[in-house]
């Protein structure tokens, strides 16, 4: 009986096929991330880190950012851009990409917050500013929802 227990399971679960959560896909240029949020009327999504030395960021980062639910939910609403400052010498960038980095930290993290993130609008106005919030992907997403419902139209 097991033996054909085994094929017949194999056939009922063959038609399912279970479709891979989408892979957000994140810039670290943000002159590119301004032209493609104008290019499609979305918003852009700025995350400020320093992911080898700053806890929170860490935090963020894996309680959210990395989790299929983020991805799910940011794929239709926003242009992501990160923005990354580490400080150990094994990861360190290449001096190009440092380079847009301070620029963009520069337009937007002045204050140098870690994690920083920004929400600008197409057109690179800066509609909200938050960083790390307990609760996890749920939670920060509704806290992302809220932030753009309030600044529709902005």
């Keep these: 009986m097991r033996v054909f227990a085994l094929p017949l399971l194999a056939l009922l679960f063959a038609g399912r096929v279970v479709a ?7 810039t670290a240029d943000l002159a590119a991330a301004l032209a493609q949020a104008k290019a499609i ?11 080898d030395w700053c806890k929170p960021c860490m935090m963020l980062k894996q309680e959210v950012f990395d989790q299929p639910e983020f991805a799910q939910y940011a794929q239709d609403k926003f242009v992501l851009a990160r923005f990354d400052f580490p400080r150990n010498k094994k990861n360190r960038l290449d001096p190009a990409q440092t380079k847009r980095n301070e620029e963009a930290a520069a337009q ?3 204050e140098g917050a870690f994690p ?8 690179g106005k800066v ?7 307990p609760g996890g992907v749920t939670a920060y997403d509704a806290y ?7 600044n529709k139209g902005r």
Excluded: C, D, I, M
Excluded at 20 to 26: G, L
Excluded at 127 to 133: E, S
Excluded at 144 to 150: I, M, Q, R, Y
């Design 20 to 26: 891979p959560a989408p892979t957000p896909v994140w």
């Design 116 to 123: 920083a993130v920004v929400l600008l609008s197409p057109e």
């Design 41 to 51: 009327q979305k918003p852009v999504l700025a995350v400020f880190s320093g992911s």
């Design 144 to 150: 992302l929802s809220e932030l753009l419902a309030k």
């Design 108 to 110: 937007l993290n002045r």
């Design 127 to 133: 509609l909200a500013r938050t960083g790390y919030r």
